[in-house]
């Protein structure tokens, strides 16, 4: 099996170096220069595990690179010091390129993931701990620093790393797949596969992504964006849509690897350039429209929530056994495949938009549970415009049966003619940990370590409910935040932790027993409570993690508790 690929337009060109194995120049530009280092690593000791497809990647890719003007060098079965000294010229030669140049770095070969950082591995890594990993290998942002040093207009790099790593037992931080990396400005990346998810091998010598990925370079002169997107379709297809590439862009201007004649094509870069955090704008949309791919941002009209488009993928769900934090309902950890893409709302729907929905239909959703520490208060009059603190229109709306939730995603589909509705417990987990196998998105080991993550009981929390034990961090709330005041994980989704617990489809059951693999919800008959997830601003960090459940009747309405809305794609 094969690590996802990642490809990243970055900018550049190495002259012949040691183990350097020259495989051919083509025609560039004098004022455009088009160049590649390509690297492809499969000769590794039994130890770490020999791989077939490297090699052959590499040259394909140096191939259809000739085809269309690059000069291209490739390192094959290279150790630590080869590959370092290697870069490390590649990245001067960025800078001899001048602004004009187009660059390429190509990798095929085993990779870590290890707390959230990308490592490529040499020949002869011996990779024991966490520690190991930044001495026996190459990390991978250190790559994307020697490119971006140079100021390059358009920067490409690719990286394929396979998975079947005996490296990785027994290191408590790895995670299968490679983790999403942040494009620097002028820049393209490109994912086999999701974030954190696996790419397929493939037979032949190749895998299903680099065929693509070498028939789009040398097929029809189209936007990069748009290449990438046949490249998406293409793998889908061979993989029966296990495989659903990904990618996100930062460029400034407009690429194209061929315009029929060999030389390369760059457009002015617009006066205002976006920066490499900026996520694509949120634009109406018909269902004549093409379906939103995966890594897009989204709305189906200007007043809809703003969707981000999930790829397929797999991950295992709930938690191990012997993992001290483990509720009894948290298990059996199952492996579970979201066969299809899906649309989540970005952030959690806003007391703002839910009363639009109330003023349209008006529906009654009076009697709120107030939760105030260790006791509550059922409160007769309370509702979402009072739900005990103080909430602006751009807070989650709260004091929110299942059965409004339900309501409020009828009323929305109606109106756009979109199938909304509340993820399945499933895809909720899936997206919230966008990659993630750790106990918190932030890791297993720190508690407290939420507070640039998520809205929870923290210290300011603690002074209003006292006794709970909050998380010895500080994020200034003490109650609900408007929407999208924490950071964004992996899939572009705003507080899937903290804030408000999240409705799901679900009906609960106390575990997992009989769960299906394909995603879908546990349903049936006398379903007497729903599952809700995520935790809120009242939940202590034991109580907000990627795996807990909480199990509520479906009328039942508590200022802690929201909802974010799904839909097919």
């Not at 002259?15 to 120049?25: R, T, V, Y």
């Not at 660059?103 to 290890?114: D, S």
């Not at 100021?151 to 790593?165: F, K, P, S, T, W």
Request: contains cysteine.
């Amino acid at each position: 099996m094969r690590l996802g690929i990642l490809l990243l337009v970055m900018l550049g060109w190495i002259g012949p170096g040691p183990a350097l194995a020259e495989s051919g120049a083509g025609a560039k530009a004098e004022t455009e220069p088009r160049i590649a280092l390509v690297i492809g690593n499969g000769g590794y000791g039994p130890e770490t595990g020999a791989l077939a497809n490297p090699p052959g990647d590499a040259a394909l890719i140096a191939e259809a690179l000739e085809a269309v003007g690059f000069q291209v060098q490739m390192l094959v079965d290279a150790d630590l010091t080869t590959m370092k000294r290697a870069i490390s010229a590649f990245g001067r030669e960025l800078v001899a390129a001048g602004p004009t140049a187009t660059g390429l770095f190509f990798y095929a070969g085993h990779g870590l993931q290890i707390g959230g950082v990308n490592y490529l591995l040499p020949l002869g890594a011996q990779v024991l701990s966490e520690a190991d990993a930044e001495m026996e290998t190459v990390n991978a942002d250190w790559v994307l620093r020697q490119m971006e040093f140079a100021g390059n207009r358009v920067n490409i790099v690719v990286l394929d790393a396979c998975r079947n790593n005996p490296l990785a037992r027994g290191l408590r931080s790895v995670v299968q797949g490679l983790a999403r990396m942040d494009a620097p400005t002028g820049s393209f990346i490109a994912y086999a596969t999701a974030p954190g998810e696996v790419a397929r091998d493939g037979s032949g010598g190749n895998s299903p992504y680099t065929r693509a990925l070498a028939a789009a370079i040398t097929g029809p002169r189209v936007p990069v964006e748009e290449m990438f997107r046949n490249v998406r379709v293409a793998v889908m297809e061979a993989t029966g849509r296990q495989q659903v590439p990904w990618d996100s862009s930062s460029l400034t201007g407009a690429f194209y690897f061929q315009d029929g004649a060999g030389a390369p094509q760059v457009a002015a870069a617009p006066s205002a350039p976006p920066t490499a955090t900026q996520e694509p704008a949120s634009t109406g949309r018909s269902q004549e429209q093409r379906p939103p791919q995966p890594g897009e941002i989204f709305r189906d009209c200007p007043d809809c929530p703003e969707m981000a488009a999930i790829p397929a993928g797999r991950f295992v769900m709930g938690t191990p056994d012997g993992n001290e934090v483990r509720q009894d309902d948290e298990g059996p950890a199952h492996e579970v495949t979201i066969p299809a893409p899906f649309a989540l709302a970005t952030r959690e729907v806003t007391r703002g938009e839910f009363a639009a929905f109330i003023k349209a239909t008006a529906r009654s959703v009076k009697d709120c549970w107030f939760a105030d520490g260790d006791e509550g208060r059922m409160a007769p009059e309370g509702d979402f415009r009072d739900a005990g603190f103080a909430q602006s229109d751009d807070h989650p709306a709260v004091c929110v049966s299942w059965e409004d939730a339900v309501a409020y995603a009828a009323w929305l589909s109606d109106r756009t003619g979109f199938a909304y509705g509340l993820p399945t417990e499933a895809e909720w987990e899936y997206a919230a940990r966008a990659g993630r196998a750790t106990t918190w998105p932030w890791g297993d080991d720190n508690p407290d370590g939420g507070c640039s993550f998520a809205n929870g009981l923290d210290v300011t929390g603690d002074r209003e409910n006292p006794g709970n034990g909050a998380s010895a961090c500080e994020d200034g709330v003490a109650f609900t935040a408007p929407v999208g005041s924490f950071a964004a994980n992996g899939f572009k989704l705003h507080d899937m932790l903290g804030n408000v617990w999240e409705w799901v489809v679900d009906c609960y059951a106390p575990g997992y027993a009989g769960a299906a693999a394909d995603g879908s919800a546990q349903v049936g008959a006398g379903c007497e409570s729903r599952v809700a997830r995520g935790g809120s601003w009242l939940e202590n960090p034991w109580d907000m993690r990627l795996a807990r459940r909480y199990a509520v009747p479906p009328d039942g309405r508590e200022n802690i508790i929201g909802f974010r809305l799904a839909r097919d794609l």
